[in-house]
């Protein structure tokens, strides 16, 4: 029988960060390219679905400070850690 994809996202929310900094080549890189083709203007709204931990959030908020960003997890798996 297949995992329930809330049940799978749960059991992997706690390592997620460190693994995505640690083993995924070119993720850094892939977080600041993102963030680099988001919205300039000082009042610009980022919505981002599926946010998970949030963990490409701290890179978009390095470069724009002013944005008001929000992100959405439907099953609310991640929800603890962001």
């Given at each position: 029988?297949?995992?329930?994809?809330?049940?799978?996202?749960?059991?992997?929310?706690?390592?997620?960060?460190?693994?995505m900094?640690?083993?995924?080549?070119?993720?850094?890189?892939?977080?600041?390219?993102?963030?680099?083709?988001?919205?300039t203007e000082?009042?610009?709204?980022v919505?981002?679905l599926?946010?998970?931990t949030?963990?490409?959030?701290?890179?978009?908020f390095?470069?724009k400070s002013?944005?008001?960003c929000?992100g959405?997890r439907?099953d609310?798996?991640?929800?603890?850690?962001a």
């Amino acid at each position: 029988m297949l995992e329930k994809m809330d049940d799978f996202f749960t059991a992997r929310a706690n390592g997620y960060d460190e693994h995505m900094k640690s083993n995924i080549v070119g993720a850094s890189a892939f977080y600041k390219y993102t963030a680099s083709l988001l919205p300039t203007e000082k009042k610009a709204k980022v919505l981002d679905l599926g946010c998970g931990t949030g963990l490409e959030l701290e890179e978009f908020f390095c470069c724009k400070s002013v944005w008001q960003c929000y992100g959405d997890r439907p099953d609310g798996s991640y929800a603890r850690s962001a």
